[in-house]
C-alpha cells in the first residue's frame, strides 16, 4: 500500500507565505513525476505545478513567480512553497504522484487534501 500525505496548509493573510510538504510511504520501488493540484469550491481541480523525477518543472500561469515547487527523492517529499499569496488561492491543494511498487509500472497517487484559505 501506498500513501500520499500532505502538510502544511492553513489560515494566512494575503501576502504571506506557506509552505505544502507531500511525503509518500510504503511499498514504493521508484518515484516519477509529482505535482501539486488545487481545487476551489465550485471549480475543478487544476495543476499547480509539477515536478520531475529530474527536477524539471511546469507551473500554471496564475502561480508562476511565486510558487516553488521542489522535491526530496531520498525522502520521497515533495514541496509546494508559496509566496505573495492571494485570497484567489484558496483551495484545497492536492498532491499527486507517479509511483511504482513493481519495476516500471507506474499507478497515479493522490494525497488526501489540505486546505489553504487566504484571506484579504
Known amino acids: 500500500q501506498v500513501q500520499l500525505v500532505e502538510s502544511g496548509g492553513g489560515l494566512v493573510q494575503a501576502g504571506g507565505c506557506l509552505r505544502l510538504s507531500c511525503a509518500a510511504s510504503g511499498s514504493i520501488l521508484n518515484i516519477g513525476a509529482m505535482g501539486w493540484y488545487r481545487q476551489a469550491p465550485g471549480k475543478q481541480r487544476e495543476l499547480v505545478a509539477g515536478i520531475t523525477r529530474g527536477g524539471s518543472t511546469n507551473y500554471s500561469d496564475s502561480v508562476k513567480g511565486r510558487f516553488t515547487i521542489s522535491r526530496d527523492n531520498a525522502k520521497n517529499t515533495v514541496y509546494l512553497q508559496m509566496s505573495s499569496l492571494k485570497p484567489e488561492d484558496t483551495a484545497v491543494y492536492y498532491c499527486?504522484?507517479?509511483?511504482?511498487?513493481?519495476?516500471?509500472?507506474?499507478?497515479?497517487?493522490w494525497g488526501q487534501g489540505t486546505l489553504v484559505t487566504v484571506s484579504s
Open positions: 499527486k504522484a507517479e509511483i511504482a511498487t513493481i519495476p516500471s509500472r507506474y499507478l497515479e497517487h
